[in-house]
């Protein structure tokens, strides 16, 4: 499987006082890092209409995670993954690099089974890792609400790469 390898340039367009998810770390983690975490997309076999968009929406998602998350690495069987890139690419600062930068911690997450941490959809169903049935509709429900989730787990494990721990409140469940 090829590899294409891209950095969210987002920070370019939006100073870090102004984001918001550097405001969200702020609060919730502290100051911040001093450098990101890398971001591995597996998405093994061929793309149909259901995994495509929900590795399109969480690609968005992803490239949107900068400053924790600077350079996002995906691995496709499918030359679709290469159309998704260049479309969000419209949508959403990023440079595509030669390289990857081989310095960075890394989160895998496939879209599809793989080895490392997967979702899987179909139309009202979500899986992780595991399968779940085909449906019987093309509804989309299940690739937004599947690539919301896995936004969030791989947002937590990047975060955690990049030496980042979230603030403990003493008020919470204090009387």
Known sequence: MPTIVCKPKL??????????TGAFVGRH????????????????????????LTFEVLLDL???????VTEVR???DDD???DVLTAAAERIPLERVGTADGSLSSVAFGVG????????????????NRTVPAGRTSFIAGPFLGAIEASKYVFLRAAHRCGFRPIVNARIGSS
């Open 11 to 20: 920070g370019e367009k939006v100073a870090l006082e102004d984001s918001r």
């Open 113 to 128: 089974q793989s080895q490392a941490p997967f979702i899987e959809v179909s139309d009202w169903s979500v899986g992780f």
């Open 29 to 52: 983690f502290g100051t911040q890092s001093s450098h990101g975490a890398a971001v591995d997309l597996l998405v093994p076999g061929k793309l149909d209409d259901l995994r495509a």
């Open 80 to 82: 679709r993954a290469s």
């Open 62 to 68: 992803v490239l949107r995670m900068e400053p924790v």
């Open 74 to 76: 995906i691995t496709a």
